[in-house]
Structure formats: structure tokens, C-alpha cells
T-cell receptor, first 116, second 113 residues
Framework: AQKVTQAQTEISVVEKEDVTLDCVYE???????LFWYKQPPSGELVFLIR??????QNEISGRYSWNFQKSTSSFNFTITASQVVDSAVYFC?????????????FGTGTLLAVQP | DSGVTQTPKHLITATGQRVTLRCSPR?????VYWYQQSLDQGLQFLIQ???????AKGNILERFSAQQFPDLHSELNLSSLELGDSALYFC????????????FGEGSRLTVL
């Protein structure tokens, strides 16, 4: 079975602090995709990144970086020098190619509150 | 703006009623997905359509049904509504299955009183 675990329910930091959001996934498939989505207070789901299972290179995009480690089945997300606008719920998600669908399986989300 | 349009944005109705949520996918996207987000269940996959045909089913209740029309827009029908059906319903689309990201609409917030 596929599963995504985000153990951190809520994180509160002060602006300019670095923060890491953890994501652990489970799948027996060898080909899969991992995602992070952001849900700001306005409610929409915003795509942040996709990583496939064959690409373990870390990725950096501005203040965001992602660390993918197959050995620990983790796909962690770090925000450097956090800002108030980063306050949102962040979801990690998994998609496999098994069957005929690439539906996303979401974790329960981590609420990040960045205090000024 | 993801390019996925959902209507209505907000809906308030009573128990026992029936509502229809509508979704227009991004131009060129053939797959449409419906998700339900509630406080106790999180983001739950309901159903997927690909080019008019049902592709996958998740935790969708029998009181709920969906379809995708020839112009690729989709509708989610919720009937015999209960208080517990109050949730944010998302539609998402992707160009084809097997690649990756889903692009989500802004959601339809349903409140059942």
C-alpha cells in the first residue's frame, strides 16, 4: 500500500529562521513521483515541486530546497530564512504508475506558522 | 492561477439536498480528479476521469457521482447530503496520466446545515 506520513502537525517559527518539513513515504513500486503542495490561508493548492524516483538530486529554488533520500524513504522540504508569507499548510504527496491512474496520495499536512 | 476553474466557490445547503459542483480543466488536460478535504479526513481522493471515462475510484460514497463530458468539463453530484459532507471539494487536472503534477482549482466549499 502507498502511504505518506507527515509527522509534524504544526510548526511555529520566527521570521528568518530556517525550517524543515518532514515527509516519509511508503510504496512498493520502483517508479513513483513525490510532490510538495502549499495551501495558503486562501485555500487553493499550489504545486511546488515534483521529483521522480530515479532522480535523487537535491533541488534548490530560491529559499526552498528539497532533500530526497530513497534509503530512508524521505522527501524533506526546507525553507531558508522563512517569511510570514510562507505561513501555510504544506502537503507532501505520492503518485505511482501502478494501474491506470496517477492519483496523488497526500500526507496529512504540516501547518507552518511564521511569526513576524 | 492554475487554469482549473471550479464553480461555485461557496455553497450552503440543507441536509437531504442535492448539489452539483462543476469543474473546467486546464486547456488540453484530459484527466480530471476530484478530492475532498475535511478536517477529520484530510485530502481524500474521490474519483478520476480520463477523456470521458472513469479511470480510478477512491473513497467516494455511493451518494456521490461524477461524470466528464465531451468538452472535458466534469461535474460532481452530491445527493442526500449529510452534515459530514461539509468540506472543501477540489478538482484537479493533468495533461495525461503517468507524468506527475496535478493542477488544482480553488475548490468549492460546501456547508451542509
Amino acid at each position: 500500500a502507498q502511504k505518506v506520513t507527515q509527522a509534524q502537525t504544526e510548526i511555529s517559527v520566527v521570521e528568518k529562521e530556517d525550517v524543515t518539513l518532514d515527509c516519509v513515504y511508503e510504496t512498493r513500486d520502483t517508479t513513483y513521483y513525490l510532490f510538495w503542495y502549499k495551501q495558503p490561508p486562501s485555500g487553493e493548492l499550489v504545486f511546488l515541486i515534483r521529483r521522480n524516483s530515479f532522480d535523487e538530486q537535491n533541488e534548490i529554488s530560491g529559499r526552498y530546497s528539497w532533500n530526497f533520500q530513497k534509503s530512508t524513504s524521505s522527501f524533506n522540504f526546507t525553507i531558508t530564512a522563512s517569511q510570514v508569507v510562507d505561513s501555510a499548510v504544506y502537503f507532501c504527496a505520492l503518485s505511482t504508475l501502478g494501474g491506470a491512474t496517477n492519483k496523488l496520495i497526500f500526507g496529512t499536512g504540516t501547518l507552518l506558522a511564521v511569526q513576524p | 492561477d492554475s487554469g482549473v476553474t471550479q464553480t461555485p466557490k461557496h455553497l450552503i445547503t440543507a441536509t437531504g439536498q442535492r448539489v452539483t459542483l462543476r469543474c473546467s480543466p486546464r486547456s488540453g488536460d484530459l484527466s480530471v480528479y476530484w478530492y475532498q478535504q475535511s478536517l477529520d479526513q484530510g485530502l481524500q481522493f474521490l474519483i478520476q476521469y480520463y477523456n470521458g471515462e472513469e479511470r480510478a475510484k477512491g473513497n467516494i460514497l455511493e451518494r456521490f457521482s461524477a461524470q466528464q463530458f465531451p468538452d472535458l468539463h466534469s461535474e460532481l453530484n452530491l445527493s442526500s447530503l449529510e452534515l459530514g459532507d461539509s468540506a472543501l471539494y477540489f478538482c484537479a487536472s493533468s495533461v495525461r496520466y503517468g507524468t506527475g503534477e496535478l493542477f488544482f482549482g480553488e475548490g468549492s466549499r460546501l456547508t451542509v446545515l
